[in-house]
């Protein structure tokens, strides 16, 4: 599921993304989806890019919205 919303994100940097298109995009009905799994699923990803790169994420969390990610990433 992080891997699910890291590609949703990196896919449209800059771009601001609702709770609720990432929920439906994860494959659940918004009406019916605790937004804190969200926001665990958002930390756990977090967690693992500064494990794996030892640089915080560049994803801004847009208050009572979504997410923005805030950088390109370029494909080697």
Request: with cysteine; hydrophobic share 35%; proline share 4%.
């Amino acid at each position: 599921m992080e891997m699910t919303l890291f590609d949703l994100l990196f896919r449209q940097p800059d771009q601001e993304l609702c709770r609720e298109v990432l929920v439906t995009a994860l494959g659940h009905d918004w009406l019916h989806y605790d937004v804190r799994r969200l926001e665990k699923l958002v930390s756990r990803l977090r967690q693992r890019w500064q494990t794996e790169t030892g640089q915080p994420l560049p994803l801004k969390t847009l208050h009572r919205y979504g997410y923005c990610f805030g950088a390109e990433i370029h494909r080697v």
